[in-house]
Nanobody, 124 residues
Framework: QVQLVESGGGLVQAGGSLRLSCAAS????????MGWFRQAPGKEREFVAAVSWSGEDTHYADSVKGRFTISRDNAKNTVYLQMNSLKAEDTAVYYC?????????????????WGQGTQVTVSS
């Protein structure tokens, strides 16, 4: 198993930036592709970004492409989500997730481990 703990959420004005972190513990971090999802009030949890186990391959939802960057530091067992040019519609609880997939994983069903989430609120 792997345990995931997110941090870095908060309140930011539109146009601002935040960096989310997700620290992993348990089984070897490099066994997992990692992803970020988000869930706004009254909406389904949606895919945001994903990175392969090596960090070489990444994928983004169209809504965040060009504004968000996912990365990982395998030496620190941590995955990051750098969020720039934030918009009010980015407001949500952001979840880190781990997948045993050998490649970038894009769907919720591919992820077997989830963090508790961190709130991001963007004021307009």
């Amino acid at each position: 198993q792997v345990q995931l703990v997110e941090s870095g959420g908060g309140l930011v004005q539109a146009g601002g930036s935040l960096r989310l972190s997700c620290a992993a513990s348990g089984r070897a971090f490099t066994n997992y592709a990692m992803g970020w999802f988000r869930q706004a009030p009254g909406k389904e949890r949606e895919f945001v970004a994903a990175v392969s186990w090596s960090g070489e391959d990444t994928h983004y939802a169209d809504s965040v492409k060009g504004r968000f960057t996912i990365s990982r530091d395998n030496a620190k067992n941590t995955v990051y989500l750098q969020m720039n040019s934030l918009k009010a519609e980015d407001t949500a609880v952001y979840y880190c997730a781990a997948s045993a997939s050998a490649v970038v994983a894009l769907t919720r069903s591919q992820y077997g481990y989830w963090g508790q989430g961190t709130q991001v609120t963007v004021s307009s």
